[in-house]
């Protein structure tokens, strides 16, 4: 069973679309994240869900959107794409809201042109 | 400021011992966790520290001092599959993880 999914894994598109990326976890956390690693491989934190409330929204540009329908649940919705966007998106879960380990998702590769 | 320094890129040899090492200072502290990620892949979690001294698990031991803002990643019997990338991060109490930019390690025959 798989613990944490994201689709797509793949995704290439142009400058100016909007697109979504749907994660889901079956691990029955309470804590969901958006994680953002560019081609220098930083791991950057973006957003953290707790029980589907907003606990942490770092400087992120606001065309990126994310919601969480329920704790199971945090997609990533991104208006109006740019070139610095591609990267690789991590979606993670963790049964705590701090001081528990974070599993992540696979991962989708974004690449805009 | 928040910051983990680790060295950018090891190289050990198959079978030998390596130890990766972490430096962090950050506002508040709720254990160190170790990550590893294979190019290509997601990080996947190795150890969690928070109280001072070393965990074993297997070939692979984490050791901390909260007193000097250290710790290390020690792994035995290396094999050819080790070859990846190893994350530090620190809880820093504020509801995230504060993440260093990794340590390439590359295993030769």
């Known amino acids: 069973d798989t613990a944490v999914s994201q689709t797509p894994k793949y995704l290439v598109t142009q400058m100016g679309n909007d697109k979504s990326i749907k994660c889901e976890q079956n691990l029955g956390h309470d804590t969901m994240y958006w994680y953002k690693q560019d081609s220098k491989k930083f791991l950057k934190i973006m957003f953290s869900y707790n029980n589907k409330e907003l606990i942490i929204n770092e400087t992120v540009p606001n065309r990126f959107s994310p919601k969480s329908p329920d704790k199971a649940h945090l997609n990533l919705h991104i208006n109006s794409l740019e070139l610095g966007d591609s990267a690789v998106y991590f979606c993670?879960?963790?049964?705590?809201?701090?001081?528990?380990?974070?599993?992540f998702g696979p991962g989708t590769r974004l690449t805009v042109t | 400021g928040q910051n983990i320094d680790q060295p950018t890129e090891m190289t050990a040899t198959e079978g030998a011992i390596v130890q990766i090492n972490c430096t962090y200072q950050t506002s508040g502290f709720n254990g160190l966790f170790w990550y590893q990620q294979h190019a290509g892949e997601a990080p996947t979690f190795l150890s969690y520290n928070v109280l001072d001294g070393l965990e074993e698990k297997g070939r692979f031991s984490s050791f901390l001092s909260r007193s000097k803002g250290y710790s290390y990643l020690l792994l035995k019997e290396l094999q050819m599959k080790d070859s990846a990338s190893y994350l530090c991060?620190?809880?820093?109490?504020?509801?995230?993880?504060?993440w260093g930019a990794g340590t390439k390690l590359i295993i030769k025959p």
């Open positions: 991060a620190v809880d820093d109490s504020n509801y995230q993880l504060i």
């Open positions: 993670a879960s963790s049964p705590l809201v701090t001081g528990g380990a974070q599993y």
